[in-house]
């Protein structure tokens, strides 16, 4: 890299990638409340209880994607986001829809 590519100023681009990514967790936590909300009743059963799981466990999944984003848009060149993490956070998004639209069903 030329010393013109170290002292890049990227302006607000990473900064509103940053803030994409923090309202699309935010939304992302929104939604698996409402959905666990949602199956609350008197009796608790063993779907309710394996709901609550698997949308706990999706919610972390795309916590850690999230998060391992931001932190990687910390320096004036950020790497692309991985085709994994690409991959993971798609997933996430069908998995929480899925698990939304089951509980209105």
Do not use: N, Y
């Amino acid at each position: 890299m030329s010393p013109a590519d170290e002292a890049r100023d990227p302006g607000l681009q990473p900064e509103r990638t940053r803030l994409a990514w923090r309202r699309t967790t935010l939304s992302c936590t929104v939604v698996a409340v409402l959905a666990m909300k949602a199956t609350v009743s008197d009796e608790v059963t063993t779907k309710e209880v394996t709901g609550w799981a698997l949308s706990s466990l999706v919610w972390i999944a795309f916590l850690a994607v999230a998060h391992r984003r931001i932190r990687s848009l910390g320096p004036a060149r950020p790497l692309p986001l991985s085709h994994r993490g690409a991959l993971l956070a798609v997933v996430c998004t069908i998995a929480l829809a899925v698990f939304g639209a089951a509980v209105i069903w």
